[in-house]
């Protein structure tokens, strides 16, 4: 095995401050996507290493939930300041993890993690009650309290991130967390749990454990738990959610999509196009909020493909360490045969390939920027979630007609209108059935506004002051200030 000087992590998991081995464990081959070779060799966690995890962060959340919210939120910031710090090494160790490439990496990952970090370092101290008067002069005030032990189980396409984007409020509101990532994409986690100790989080507070689906279930109904917070499948969060409503544990679920990105025929063409590309060609279409569904009105479908192939021709594929690569492979074998699956599905269904469909002849897992037209709503790569880069273009008439189609699915996490007409752009977003929608821009995340899915998308949101409810609960004081009258 050719281990990756800069990949292998001194033990597998990260519990209580430090690195710990399970030996018992199964192990977990670390594959860097652009070559096909192993880079690291974790284990992952056995029941015991679970118990150990959610025990270790239960004994540092108590006084963790005592400390003030100024406290807390130094803790964070200081985090916050440690990743934009160490960005190139975070971002170097996010490409080996997943395939992305540099030029993505060293903007998107760490520095969105280190935004979550900061956000909720700057909000913790203004997680506050409320003081409600009622009748005769009485009151009731309320108290925002932790949870407790929270669990979060990460997918496989943004692993610094989703970690950050869970930890940050989970912590803020006093809570600890046991951190799962993918089996897929195991090593960034553990850099975010090393930072956070150097930051001042005490041991424990931020566990990570390594494993696939087996480790995730144990997490989920582990009797120290009291909420799960998971990014993955719509398949995996109907199992998680029904694990945890046995224990009736709050939830997060973030999950997959197939959302509808609508061009207009007064949009601006450039701009679309590069919603479109945005929207399904970054991180190679791994992209939970991709628009992969792009309804473009009739009028302007036939230059608004000649100008979406023409821009895909200027796509720098390649080597993801080279800082000119724009565009990687997929994660995993088992990713791109899935995805190969989903093109010749299309091509036995009908659609027209315009752009792309074959893999590239070098080692790893690539895939060429790949676009259908002539899509129409039955077809499986109109209706399933392909979590790679195969954009399906169908074309309609009217604004009616766009957005029945486009509310046609199971799916709610996002959408996205393109259009110079004011009230339509916001009569359009106001219609998506989904989560976020974007105004002439496409998978924009920013911590400040919520982000999350309806439907089968998920439930919950994460970033933004949103989160603050989701990783805290509400105690109601009543006070009585006269006498307290009974009926006998
Ligand atoms: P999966 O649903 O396969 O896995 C998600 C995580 O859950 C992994 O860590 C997985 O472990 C774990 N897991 C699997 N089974 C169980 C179980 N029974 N109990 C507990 N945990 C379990 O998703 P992928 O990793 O393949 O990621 C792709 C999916 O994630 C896509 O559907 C995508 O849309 C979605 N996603 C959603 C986002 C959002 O914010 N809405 C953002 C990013 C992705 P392991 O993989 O190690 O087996």
Not at 21 to 49: F, H, Q
Not at 111 to 124: N, P
Not at 178 to 197: G, M, N, R, Y
Not at 394 to 399: C, G, I, R, V
């Amino acid at each position: 095995m050719a281990q990756h000087p800069d990949a292998q992590p001194p033990a597998s998991h990260f519990i209580d401050g430090a690195y710990v081995e399970d030996p018992a464990g199964d192990p977990i081959d670390v594959i860097y996507p652009a070559t096909g070779k192993s880079i690291a060799r974790l284990r992952a966690a056995t029941p015991a290493t679970v118990d150990r995890a959610v025990a270790s962060a239960k004994a540092a959340q108590a006084a963790w939930a005592r400390a003030s919210g100024a406290e807390r939120g130094r803790v964070l910031r200081r985090a916050a300041e440690i990743i934009r710090a160490r960005n190139r090494d975070l971002s170097v160790l996010e490409t080996l993890d997943t395939g992305k490439p540099l030029s993505e990496t060293l903007v998107a990952d760490a520095a969105s993690g280190a935004d979550a970090l900061e956000y909720f370092g700057g909000i913790a101290a203004a997680i506050t009650g409320a003081h409600i008067p009622v009748a005769g002069g009485d009151f009731v005030y309320t108290i925002r309290e932790a949870l407790g032990v929270c669990a979060g189980i990460g997918a496989w396409n943004y692993p610094t991130q989703i970690a950050c984007w869970k930890a940050a409020p989970a912590l803020a509101c006093g809570n600890a967390m046991v951190f799962k990532p993918s089996e897929t994409t195991p090593l960034c986690a553990l850099k975010i749990a090393e930072i956070l100790v150097e930051a001042g989080a005490p041991p424990g507070l931020f566990n990570v454990i390594q494993g696939a689906g087996a480790t995730g279930a144990a997490l989920v109904t582990h009797p120290g738990i009291a909420k799960v917070s998971l990014t993955g499948s719509v398949p995996t969060g109907q199992k998680v959610a029904a694990a945890a409503a046995g224990g009736i544990r709050h939830v997060t679920m973030e999950l997959g999509g197939k959302s509808p990105l609508i061009v207009f025929e007064d949009a601006d063409l450039d701009t679309a196009v590069s919603g479109a590309i945005l929207g399904n060609f970054y991180s190679s279409g791994q992209v939970c909020s991709n628009g992969t569904r792009v309804f473009v009105q009739a009028p302007v479908l036939a230059p608004f493909l000649a100008r979406l192939t023409a821009r895909l021709q200027r796509a720098v594929i390649g080597d993801p360490m080279d800082e000119a690569t724009n565009f990687g492979p997929l994660v995993s074998a088992a990713q791109l045969a899935r995805v190969e699956g989903y093109v010749a599905a299309g091509l036995a269904e009908g659609a027209r390939l315009i752009h792309g469909g074959k893999r590239l002849d070098r080692p790893g897992y690539y895939l060429e920027p790949t676009v259908f037209a002539d899509v129409t709503d039955r077809m499986t790569i109109a209706q399933e979630e392909i979590f790679g880069p195969v954009m399906a273009v169908l074309s309609f008439a009217t604004e009616d007609e766009a957005l029945a189609r486009a509310n046609a699915t199971d799916f709610g996490l996002a959408g996205g209108v393109f259009t110079r007409d004011l009230a339509r752009a916001h009569r359009v977003a106001a219609a998506l059935e989904a989560g976020t929608c974007w105004i002439n821009a496409y998978n924009l995340t920013p911590v400040e506004a919520p982000f999350g899915g309806v439907k089968r998308s998920g439930i919950g949101r994460e970033n933004s002051a949103e989160a603050i409810a989701h990783y805290s609960q509400v105690k109601s004081v009543y006070v009585a200030l006269g006498p307290l009258e009974a009926p006998f």
